[in-house]
């Protein structure tokens, strides 16, 4: 193979690479910065931009043997004989589920 032949084959591939990186740093927020009290804060997400969870599925215990594993992260909460189970792995793409547990209105973050 020639190289003129070689840059040829690998050029699209190296164009559409070049496109798919500055699409991601096109799509990347600029923060905001605010003083308050002599310490700055960054803001790089508006609010919104990271969706609740409102309405949250539970599986029972045989299922989620299945899906999660032993030494998983879980923020357990219990009203009796209620228990709930919030993933971290699952709050890690969300931060907050609002859900009710004994009648009660709770909010799990992470």
Request: net charge negative; aromatic share 10%; proline share 6%.
């Amino acid at each position: 193979m020639t190289a003129a032949h070689y840059l040829k084959s690998i050029a699209l591939p190296i164009v559409i690479l070049l496109l798919f990186i500055n699409n991601i740093n096109a799509q990347r927020p600029t923060p905001t910065m605010t003083e308050i009290h002599g310490h700055t804060l960054y803001t790089v997400l508006k609010p919104g931009d990271i969706p609740a969870i409102f309405q949250p599925e539970f599986d029972g215990i045989d299922q989620a043997e299945k899906f999660y594993y032993a030494d998983e992260p879980l923020i357990v909460i219990t009203a009796g004989a209620e228990v709930k189970a919030y993933s971290t792995w699952h709050l890690d793409h969300h931060e907050v589920v609002n859900d009710f547990i004994g009648g009660t209105a709770i909010a799990a973050t992470w």
